[in-house]
């Protein structure tokens, strides 16, 4: 009968829509879930303010550019952020003989600072600068590595100092 079919079509449509909002529901908390896991593992850097002194914004800048700033005639500082999953900057040129001094923070979460080949080795701290000097005699390429696991491609966390004659 005409009034038979017409319940049937009605009943088919609500029986779509609610399909479609029980998708919708689990798409929402599947991807809620994803999100939550990932955060908490550290696996999506968090990004915002990583490093705030308002007594020294020269200093905040300064991380903000990834800066090598010469500080005498025969020094540099060199002001270095690590995030999942580079470091910035991550080329650094230096002269050899140079009297470097590191400043090192973190954008998310520990990575490890480490200078292959050299004695260089410090934790990068969000919200916490950490400092070391360092003079490289030889000229050359050396990696920064990062030796603290921060996640899906830590092992890629790779920088470049190039030290020119
Ligand atoms: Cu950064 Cu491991």
């Known amino acids: 009968t005409p009034f038979e079919a017409a319940f049937h079509a009605s009943a088919e449509r609500h029986e779509r829509v609610w399909t479609f909002c029980v998708i ?3 798409a929402l ?3 809620g879930t994803m999100f939550y896991v990932v955060r908490d593992y550290g ?3 968090a990004t915002g303010a990583f490093y705030t002194d308002p007594a020294d914004p020269a200093r905040e800048a300064a991380f903000a550019d990834g800066k090598i700033v010469r500080t005498g ?3 540099y500082a060199v002001y270095v952020v690590g995030r999942a999953w580079h470091w910035s900057p991550d080329v650094i040129r230096v002269p050899a003989g140079a ?17 292959q080949g050299t004695a260089v080795n410090l934790t990068a701290v969000p919200g916490v600068v950490g400092s070391v000097k ?6 050359g390429v050396y990696h ?13 966390m790779v920088a470049r100092i190039v030290v020119t004659p």
């Open 73 to 75: 005639p025969n020094a």
């Open 24 to 26: 919708v529901m689990l």
């Open 134 to 139: 360092y003079t490289f005699r030889r000229p």
């Open 99 to 115: 009297e470097i001094t590191f400043y090192v923070t973190s954008a998310d979460v520990l990575h490890g600072f480490e200078i």
């Open 43 to 45: 696996l999506v850097s």
């Open 144 to 156: 920064i590595i990062c030796n603290e696991y921060c996640g899906m491609l830590h092992h890629a």
């Open 29 to 31: 908390l599947t991807i």
